[in-house]
């Protein structure tokens, strides 16, 4: 399991997931609109074909930073 921070710039909110989880699953299910803003994972852009990508394909290890940013 890792620790995400998940949010906006402006609201954000510590969550456990699954390394396996996708970064466009873990948006869907704490309702961040991914395509209004840019999504950014530790500070690196994520681009939209890698949104079906999980934690573990980005090598994530115990926490992370995923945040959409307008």
Excluded: Q
Excluded at 4 to 27: C, D, F, Q, W
Aim: charge should be negative.
């Amino acid at each position: 399991m890792i620790k995400v921070t998940i949010g906006t710039n402006t609201n954000r909110k510590s969550i456990t997931l699954n390394p396996n989880t996708t970064i466009r699953e873990a948006l869907e299910a704490n309702n961040i609109d991914y395509s209004t803003g840019g999504i950014h994972l530790d500070g690196l852009a994520v681009a939209g074909a890698d949104l079906d990508k999980s934690f573990a394909d980005f090598g994530v290890g115990e926490s992370c930073y995923l945040v959409s940013v307008v």
